[in-house]
């Protein structure tokens, strides 16, 4: 057992974990954080994620999360300055304005014809849109969550927040007067609070007990196309609001990213495992002979990964019973990036002091 008792410990080093981690440094720079991460940082979803910022909500609890997530970004990177990525423009494309108007902040529509729209999306050969199709513009931004995390990373460790990567904690236990925390070599560490953000292998952890009483938790596959076709540099996002697909011009690595939903529930998450199914192309094809006049851009590549749902697909942030200051924060159902940092907020008012005003991370 050391002798060293940490103020906080989060378990977990992707994009929700480290951005508890910003959030706890920034309030109380004096704090000897910890970071426990199973494998490298960002290894889990937040190593795959395109880091898609858009302005979509299903209801208030994902609005106020996006608005809160918005802030933590613009504090971080401030006027889009991204370390890879850029805030676009976006067009969204749908039958069904008024359903989309209610679920975003889209500003004015343009024709389906317009010139510029064209011009926009020359890079996408034989893209079409219907004429029967509504255009609505709004902001956003995109930002490969990779290139993020390893940012956060390097700015905690500036700052003097340990990350103890290859280090996977198995058991949390309340002490006499801390936290306790185990990990999978034996040691037993000391912390006053402690935050689990372990993604994808929350559902099958044993640290699960903790959360008895909460609604269920699952893992989905999520799959990505990378399109053979290069982006231009004032390409927008396209979001196809009816099948909640997008097209993502990825202009450092060269391709339009195409992200769609997969189906495929309950899978174990192992990246080495998950591969493209033929119902993923299947699907995906689908969706793009809907916008393209004639063939489909050929696949140039892929990235599938898994991310873990909560049963209402919102992320989450609750204290846990049975010890004392743990609070974990995890469902991020591939919107960690967007929806994770609200979370993480809440988590540090619950372990701090829900007086707390509200933390722009510098």
């Not at 995109?142 to 990567?165: F, H």
């Not at 076709?229 to 997008?246: E, H, K, S």
């Not at 769609?260 to 699907?283: C, G, K, M, T, Y």
Request: glycine residues 8%; aromatic residues 8%; proline residues 7%.
């Amino acid at each position: 057992m050391t002798d060293r008792i940490y103020d906080l410990a989060v378990v977990g080093a992707g994009v929700m974990g480290l951005s508890a981690a910003v959030i706890a440094a920034s309030n109380s720079p004096r704090e000897r954080i910890v970071i426990f991460e199973r494998d490298i940082v960002g290894a889990g979803a937040s190593g795959f994620a395109p880091g898609i910022q858009i302005n979509i909500r299903r209801n208030e609890k994902e609005r106020d999360l996006i608005n809160r997530g918005s802030k933590f970004w613009r504090g971080i990177y401030p006027h889009g300055r991204w370390p890879i990525g850029r805030d676009c423009d976006v067009y969204w494309l749908t039958r069904h304005p008024n359903e989309l108007a209610l679920l975003s902040s889209v500003g004015g529509t343009i024709p389906s014809t317009s010139f510029a729209l064209t011009e926009r999306l020359s890079s996408l050969p034989r893209f079409l849109i219907p004429g029967d199709m509504a255009v609505a513009l709004d902001r956003g931004s995109y930002s490969p969550v990779d290139s993020i995390v390893r940012d956060l990373a390097q700015r905690l460790k500036a700052v003097g927040v340990s990350i103890c990567e290859g280090t996977s904690i198995e058991r949390i236990r309340q002490g006499p007067s801390n936290i306790l925390l185990q990990t999978s070599d034996d040691r037993e560490l000391s912390a006053k609070r402690a935050i689990l953000a372990i993604g994808p292998w929350l559902p099958d952890s044993p640290l699960l007990e903790h959360l008895t009483d909460e609604p269920r938790l699952r893992v989905k596959k999520v799959v990505a196309l990378h399109l053979a076709a290069r982006p231009t540099p004032n390409c927008p996002m396209i979001g196809l609001f009816d099948d909640y697909a997008f097209l993502i011009p990825m202009i450092e690595e060269g391709y339009w990213l195409f992200s769609f939903a997969s189906q495929e529930w309950d899978v174990r998450p192992e990246i080495n495992s998950l591969h493209v199914s033929s119902d993923d192309l299947a699907r995906a094809t689908a969706i793009l002979a809907k916008w393209f006049s004639s063939d489909v851009p050929a696949v140039a590549s892929a990235r599938v990964f898994c991310d873990c749902y909560s049963d209402d697909g919102v992320p989450f942030s609750r204290p846990v019973r049975g010890v004392a200051g743990l609070h974990v924060i995890g469902g991020g159902a591939g919107n960690g990036f967007r929806f994770g940092p609200a979370c993480a907020e809440e988590a540090i008012r619950s372990l701090y002091s829900p007086d707390l005003p509200v933390i722009t991370a510098t």
